[in-house]
């Protein structure tokens, strides 16, 4: 398939592979030394491209189809968690907010996020709450603006957005009906903006803790109506996002299995090579077999988001599920075939083992991927 450019997305794919295991493995050294994202990681990935991939052309984008768009996320999930993570975020919280922008809203946020000139968090989780619709941050009315109260945390890059993708509830409401979703200004008066501590892996990329007092936030600025708040966050956002970290998983296993094999072609103990001992050759033939099966699994729950099917949501837990189960097994092997040398900080293979320990529990813990696809198979009789 050619782009609207020109550029075949074969030759597209080989860029991005070109970049990660180049530039991509320099930016991850700089990540690791300095525990946190330099600036120009996000201004070379703009300027490449990277942030609009899956976003359509008339919006600036790429225009790639969602399941061209996870074969280079694969890729770019070969490189550092960080760079990962700004890739995957910017090419999907777009979609959240384009369902139920105005026109207007489109132009002054949709476009410039896409463009990479605006940086979005999307911020639901609460300290004090699951992530749904028990939500307690709350708005009350005040004239054209609501007054924002509450806390959020564990907000991705909330720290260094230009706005947050803000879910509340309106005040003495329950349930879904009563939420809202709100495009909130980073320099809002009435919030405390609160950086987390490091993580133990995906260095580098920042979290928040947030606490509203009576933030002033536009009602110009809320998408769709009062009640659509948790549609936006879920429905054009959730399933695509949960597929989506599936791949990453798929990406990040990909690597894992690279170095142990590169490991254990090269290190020889007693006169042969580790991949010549049947139990690491085995452990890697496993890790082969389980890569390529999430990665299909993957593939198919993307299919059929794309084509509207109606069990795209239990899929893409599905893919999540058996992805992330899959990315822990295969991490493991890859680190029990370096040996205790795999241990040591510094090496790739260690950076990789904790950057994937992240994956269970971004976009819902496997618990909640299982609760999914239990309502759903319950309620089918299947």
């Known amino acids: 398939m050619t782009q609207a450019d020109g550029t ?26 300095d525990r946190s994202v330099p600036a120009q990681l996000w201004t070379d990935l703009r300027d490449r491209g990277y942030l609009r991939l899956a976003a359509p052309v008339d919006y600036g984008g790429a225009g790639l189809s969602f399941t061209q768009y996870l074969h280079l996320l694969e890729l770019f999930s070969m490189s550092h968690a960080s760079l990962r993570m700004i890739v995957h975020v910017s090419n999907g919280v777009w979609r959240s907010i384009d369902q139920f922008a105005s026109d207007e809203q489109r132009k002054k946020f949709v476009l410039p996020q896409v463009a990479g000139d605006l940086r979005v968090a999307f911020t639901l989780t ?9 939500l307690r941050a709350s708005v009350t009315r005040d004239g054209d603006s609501y007054l924002l109260s509450g806390e959020k945390h564990l907000i991705t890059f909330g720290v260094s957005c230009d706005y947050w993708l803000l879910f509340a509830r309106c005040a003495g409401s329950t349930g879904k009906d009563g939420t809202v979703a709100l495009m909130v200004d ?65 990406g990040l296993a990909r690597r894992a299995q690279e170095l142990a094999v590169e490991h254990a072609g090269n290190r020889v103990t007693f006169g042969k090579p580790l991949a010549a001992r049947q139990a690491v050759a085995f452990a890697l033939a496993e890790n082969a077999a ?10 198919h729950a993307a299919r059929r988001w794309e084509a509207g099917q109606s069990d795209a949501g239990a899929l893409s837990s599905m893919a ?22 795999g241990y040591w900080e510094g090496s790739t293979i260690e950076r990789v083992y904790r950057d994937a ?25 299947r």
């Not at 389980?290 to 593939?299: G, H, K, N, S, V």
């Not at 992240?358 to 696809?373: D, M, S």
């Open 8 to 33: 075949s997305f074969e030759t597209l794919a080989r860029e991005v592979e070109a970049f990660v295991r180049g530039p991509g493995e320099a930016y991850a050294t700089v990540i690791e030394r």
């Open 126 to 134: 609460e300290p004090t709450a699951g992530t749904g619709a028990d």
């Open 186 to 250: 980073r320099n809002v008066e009435g919030v405390r903006v609160q950086p987390m501590p490091d993580t133990m892996g995906v260095r580098g990329t920042d979290h928040a803790h947030l606490t509203f007092d009576r933030a002033p936030v536009p009602v110009a600025n809320r998408l769709g109506e009062e009640g659509d708040g948790l549609a936006v966050a879920l429905g054009g956002f959730l399933t695509p996002s949960r597929i989506g970290v599936a791949m990453t998983c798929v």
């Open 290 to 299: 389980d890569i390529e099966a999430a990665r299909q699994l993957t593939l």
């Open 320 to 341: 999540k599920l058996v992805a992330v189960d899959m990315l822990t097994r295969v991490t493991d092997k890859a680190l029990q075939a370096h040996g205790g040398i």
């Open 357 to 381: 320990r992240a994956q269970r529990f971004e976009e819902g813990t496997n618990e909640i991927q299982k609760t999914v696809i239990a309502r759903e198979i319950l309620a089918a009789g």
